[in-house]
């Protein structure tokens, strides 16, 4: 529920319902509202395309490079609004309860990347009750936590009832894309500043997971007024259909994507099932203190659980999803390693002293996935991690800025010698621990 989805576009061949909804804006004192199915929904502003893209778009005008988290499912569109505002949120939640809409189309997830401002939840507000009565029908709610950090309390009321998922947004480390201050403002690996947080020690009031939401590259509609093209990495390479977003709107359809793979694996699972899942497996997140040097680890009330593990999640998901399989996992031998000082400035793309050290493995044939894992226990230090295949490609890179560790999943890996190399980016001499592990699907006997 959003602007709307440009499905014109082409990357969305799994759109199976497109409806702008006409109402009065102000209360005429007659009910009703109209549902019109349309092939472009998104007439004024292109946010709503954006975010659909992140949660299922195929790719497909750019050759597959921005594909959706989930483009398996299946999208509902409701154009809920114009440009920057939503008008008729409870029009679109009538629409997606309908039992016409609801059980024709199977509509497990909302994914709301709109909001209010103001300081406390209110159980009685007509979006607290629509969410409460979806949350009641078995379907997910998500809700961007806002826009309006870094202070406490400043988080979208909508999204702090417990009835939904509250996404902050966090901003995703590529070494490709971290250098160019034309494509993130964001801390890279890191809350995003503006990434609306909670209030300190209130069980309600607070996000409940942090997803990528810097500098996000999605479809971009025809009509789009406020998402202007992609300028490509280097600012000098337009896409046009294709447009780079920043805000916890971006973050929240990751969050949607992920619960509809987290559904495939386990449709029986609701909203404290999902939760329960993608919190317990998330990543912890660190800040440094500009002044003092000083690291802490992030909050609950600021960044929720931490940052999502995707893969993580849908394993998560798996283990009551029911005796058709379960999953083996064999440990790979371990080793241990130091990477020198190194010191990178991202912001000035300069790179003073680098130091890394590399590792091979073998991995067996018939793995569903491979999960490596790097720890060296110090928050205050950020190394970044990179994968090869046999054939020497780069096939995962984990980079969290300062951290603990790094860790990669990749699935379905070719069997065969794989190398894996752990980067300095800012950090001391220091030692470190490697693991790895493949996951095998089995299947149960009954």
């Not at 931490?306 to 283990?319: H, L, N, Q």
């Not at 110090?378 to 860790?407: H, I, M």
Request: charge should be negative.
């Amino acid at each position: 529920m959003d602007s709307g989805v440009d499905g014109t576009h082409g990357d969305f061949p799994n759109l199976v319902k497109n409806v702008k909804v006409v109402a009065p804006i102000v209360d005429l004192g007659i009910g009703g509202a109209l549902y019109i199915d349309v092939p472009n929904s998104d007439l004024t502003s292109g946010h709503g395309t954006n975010v659909a893209s992140t949660i299922g778009g195929s790719g497909a005008r750019s050759g597959g490079k921005y594909k959706g988290v989930a483009p398996g499912a299946n999208l509902i569109a409701v154009g809920a609004g114009e440009a920057i505002s939503i008008l008729y949120s409870l029009e679109g939640f009538d629409f997606l309860m309908d039992p016409d809409i609801r059980e024709t189309y199977n509509v497990r997830v909302i994914s709301n990347s709109w909001g209010s401002s103001g300081s406390h939840f209110a159980p009685f507000d007509p979006i607290s009750i629509a969410s409460k009565r979806a949350y009641d029908e078995g379907m997910i709610v998500a809700f961007a936590a806002g826009n309006d950090g870094p202070g406490a309390d400043t988080l979208n009321p909508y999204s702090a009832s417990p009835c939904v998922i509250s996404v902050a947004a966090g901003a995703a480390k590529d070494t490709s894309t971290a250098t160019n201050p034309l494509i993130s403002q964001g801390v890279p690996g890191q809350l995003a500043d503006f990434s609306s947080r909670g209030i300190p020690g209130d069980a309600i009031h607070h996000p409940d997971i942090t997803l990528p939401g810097v500098a996000i590259v999605a479809a971009r509609a025809t009509t789009a007024t406020i998402a202007q093209p992609y300028l490509g990495l280097d600012g000098l390479h337009p896409e046009p259909f294709y447009a780079a977003l920043d805000g916890t709107s971006m973050a929240t359809p990751h969050l949607s994507g992920l619960v509809a793979l987290m559904l495939e694996v386990n449709p029986s699972l609701n909203l404290d099932g999902v939760l329960a899942a993608i919190t317990s497996t998330a990543k912890p997140m660190y800040v440094q203190d500009a002044t003092t040097g000083t690291t802490r680890q992030l909050a609950v009330w600021e960044a929720g659980a931490g940052y999502a593990d995707a893969y993580a999640a849908v394993r998560k998901a798996t283990e009551t999803a029911g005796t058709r399989t379960t999953t083996v996992t064999t440990a790979l031998p371990g080793w241990s390693g130091n990477v020198g000082l190194s010191v990178k400035l991202p912001v000035l793309d300069v790179t003073l002293v680098e130091a890394s050290h590399t590792h091979n493995l073998v991995v067996p044939a018939g793995a569903n996935a491979l999960r490596i894992a790097t720890s060296w226990g110090n928050p205050a230090l950020d190394l970044d991690l990179f994968v090869y295949d046999p054939s020497g490609n780069l096939v995962g890179t984990s980079a969290n800025g300062t951290s603990t560790g790094e860790s990669v999943s990749v699935p379905r890996p070719t069997a065969g010698t794989w190398r894996v190399q752990l980067k300095g980016f800012l950090n001391t001499p220091t030692s470190y621990t490697g693991t790895a592990q493949v996951d095998t699907l089995v299947p149960v006997t009954q």
